[in-house]
């Protein structure tokens, strides 16, 4: 399993941002994809998840409504598309590998992005 993260960068408030994570060395279209972020000092912290499919998507209640998942199973690529950024969501962000079921859960994630919000 291979994932590398891209997109990260530093932005002011209300600001946006697309991520992305190229995927290899499994079938990526089989399985539920994840990003998870960890703060400075913090744990790493589930943020959002996409089925297999791409037909369901879920959310953490703080970046519901400001924060987009999207995959495209062709490209074996995962997107976030982040919107009206706070500096609460500054954070290292990875890319996960879910399960064939959608959950919150994952098992191997990459190296992860920085992004950091501040004016």
């Known amino acids: 399993v291979q994932l590398v993260e891209s997109g990260g960068g530093q932005v002011q408030p209300g600001g946006s941002l697309r991520l992305s994570c190229a995927a290899s060395?499994?079938?990526?279209?089989?399985?539920?994809m994840h990003w998870v972020r960890q703060a400075p000092g913090k744990g790493l912290e589930w943020v959002s998840g996409?089925?297999?499919?791409?037909?369901?998507?879920d959310y953490a209640d703080s970046v519901k409504g400001r924060f987009t998942i999207s995959r495209d199973n062709a490209k074996n690529t995962l997107y976030l598309q982040m919107n009206s950024l706070k500096p609460d969501d500054t954070a290292v962000y990875y890319c996960?590998?879910?399960?064939?079921?959608?959950?919150?859960?994952?098992?191997?994630r990459g190296q992860g992005t920085q992004v950091s919000v501040s004016s």
């Open positions: 996960a590998k879910g399960r064939l079921e959608f959950d919150r859960n994952w098992d191997s």
């Open positions: 060395g499994f079938t990526f279209g089989m399985y539920s």
């Open positions: 996409i089925s297999n499919g791409a037909k369901s998507s």
